[in-house]
């Protein structure tokens, strides 16, 4: 009923949506269904990377256009890599999340409605000009009271305020992403590699937890706590007087930006030296804290000069954290046994236990493909890797990856939350220092892990090989009994599965054959419309039989061998 009510006034937006969708999944339904059951599977494989490319541009319009949860979508497919097409992810890369601000007196009034009293005894100054606006909400600075600066322990701060009418907005278009999983769950093709429903209520839960700026400020208390220790990171302290779900009151603690090479210089700090403290603060909160900040990109991290010359690192903007839970750190270690003792079966089987595969998953194609990975780089250390051409790399990718997207993968949010922040931590330090090494930044927090997981590790592997000797010893026994049941006439063997695949075959040469047929006479009909219409209408109409049979003979045909086969059975 609620959805409902937010979606009335909005309904234009909601129908936009549904309408973009439904366009989609037709030119999907048309080009990887219909096509290809017709003989005409070619034209849908040399068109697909145009198309995904088109479909990306046209929804990076409609995200720009519709701003909203919009952007956000567009921003969390363009890191999900495991479910979508590079063509696609490449494209929405570049989604920023500009809009124009909000006017002042709109924002005035959201902060008096927020906090119950007049803006002017809320605080002594407030910036109309805003400092940055998204399409969720906006920043303004501002400064205490003297009587809140006295009990909060600062004066200058920094107001986010959530954009006035926002919570309607995201509630529709979650009503409208909730009713397109629903039809990609009803479409196999789809449903067999994505589970669509679940990636929209990860999505749904990551962005109400983005506008819940209480939940942002306890994030920051969170993070300031982890590293109350370390004198060279910190965080925004909270003013919580002046603070509710959609407003939140920061500490002001804006300083150069972290990739402000020239600002670095002039306060006399080396770009080098920032880089290694960046990766050693992100891999800290990975590896020992298990609690990261999951968008580190340069407007978040600000580079702070000290008294006397020393300087930290200030982090900023908490609606988005990642955790790294017990389930997901035994998956993990389950990965490094695998690795180290490069065994692609015992590999697959963490990766499962991590929950990356979805149930209809290949498994052994993905075995294939680590087992070959294993073969080029499974020898090399970290040091080792590092020296590695890139090239190689990109040309491993190239040649697996084919192999690796056609796997149902679908990363768990932590996850993929992971290798963002690692990836954007990688390229920020790479433009501070050229000769940066995220292995070199990586190994000692890696070597930790391995040591407190050590004697996990080594049970693990002795029970493995132990059950390797057991399998051993259990082996001649089996070899004698399979050979006694041979000589006795007890074994025999199965050929239906043959059969049927051979039965498939020959539906498939008749289909094709349908398909030909049916784009001769669609073909000559459409030509003779215009000399001689009613040719050209019957050649038309005769056409349908021959692509009916093509569409329906998959899924109704029936095997001519069927009795033959219970016969031989029997």
């Known amino acids: 009923m609620v959805v409902e009510q937010s979606v009335r006034p909005h309904r234009a937006r909601y129908r936009r949506i549904l309408r973009f969708a439904s366009v989609q999944l037709v030119q999907l339904w048309w080009f990887e269904l219909v096509l290809p059951r017709v003989g005409f599977a070619g034209i849908s494989e040399r068109t697909r990377t145009d198309r ?14 519709l701003g909203g949860l919009m952007i956000k979508v567009g921003q ?11 063509e696609i992810t490449e494209e929405l890369a570049g989604l920023q999340d500009e809009v124009p601000p909000v006017p002042f007196a709109d924002i005035k009034e959201r902060v008096e409605t927020e906090l119950g009293v007049p803006l002017e005894r809320a605080y002594a100054w407030f910036d109309e000009v805003p400092l940055a606006a998204a399409s969720l909400g906006q920043a303004h600075r501002a400064r205490l009271s003297d009587r809140d600066a006295d009990d909060a322990g600062f004066a200058d701060v920094v107001v986010k305020v959530q954009r006035p009418g926002i919570d309607d907005i995201i509630a529709v278009d979650l009503a409208a992403l909730r009713k397109v999983g629903g039809w990609l769950r009803r479409i196999r093709m789809v449903s067999d590699r994505v589970d669509a429903p679940a990636l929209v209520e990860e999505f749904a839960q990551t962005s109400l937890e983005e506008i819940d700026y209480l939940h942002e400020a306890a ?11 370390d004198d ?5 302290a909270v003013a919580w007087e002046r603070t509710t779900r ?5 500490s002001d603690v804006t300083a150069i930006k972290i990739n402000d090479i020239e600002a670095l210089r002039g306060a006399g700090i080396d770009p080098v030296e920032v880089a290694q403290a960046f990766a ?9 804290h298990s609690f990261f900040h999951a968008d580190p990109h340069p407007g978040n991290i600000f580079v702070t000069p000290m008294p006397g010359g020393d300087w930290r690192l200030t982090f900023i903007d908490f609606g988005m954290m990642g955790e790294v839970p017990e389930g997901l750190r035994s998956g993990l270690r389950g990965l490094v046994i695998a690795v180290a003792s490069r065994d692609g079966t015992r590999l697959v089987e963490a990766v ?24 080029r780089f499974g020898g ?9 051409d890139p090239r190689e790399f990109r040309d491993f990718a190239h040649e697996f990856g084919d192999t690796i997207r056609s796997l149902p993968f679908q990363l768990p949010e932590g996850m993929l939350l992971l290798f963002r922040a690692v990836s954007l931590t990688s390229g920020m330090c790479s433009g501070l220092d050229p000769r940066f090494n995220v292995w070199d930044a990586v190994e000692p927090f890696a070597g930790q892990l391995l040591r407190d997981e050590s004697g996990n590790t080594l049970k693990d592997v002795a029970q493995s090989a132990w059950g390797s000797v057991g399998t051993a010893a259990r082996l001649p026994g089996r070899i004698d009994s399979v050979i006694t049941d041979i000589e006795a006439g007890i074994v025999s063997f199965d050929t239906s599965r043959l059969e049927h695949r051979m039965d498939a075959l020959i539906r498939i040469g008749l289909r094709v054959v349908s398909g030909v047929l049916f784009a001769g006479l669609a073909i000559g009909g459409a030509l003779l419309l215009g000399p001689a219409p009613p040719l050209g209408i019957v050649l038309l109409s005769v056409s349908i039989v021959p692509l009916a049979h093509a569409v329906l003979a998959g899924l109704f045909g029936g095997s001519p061998r069927n009795g033959a086969r219970h016969h031989r059975e029997s």
């Open 52 to 65: 995904m490319r088109r479909l990306a541009e046209r929804f990076h319009v409609l995200a720009v256009d």
């Open 76 to 86: 969390f497919l363009s890191s999900r890599m495991d479910v979508l097409p590079p």
């Open 246 to 250: 959609r407003l939140l009151t920061l």
């Open 352 to 375: 499962q236990e991590v929950g990356v595969l979805l149930p209809s998953a290949d498994t052994k194609s993905f075995e294939r493909a680590v087992t070959q990975l294993f073969a």
């Open 380 to 388: 090399m250390g970290f040091a080792e890797l590092s020296t590695v």
């Open 232 to 236: 060279r990171v910190a965080a925004p």
């Open 280 to 288: 050693a603060a992100m891999f800290e909160q990975v590896f020992t």
């Open 219 to 229: 994030n920051a208390e969170r993070f300031a706590e982890n590293f109350a220790d």
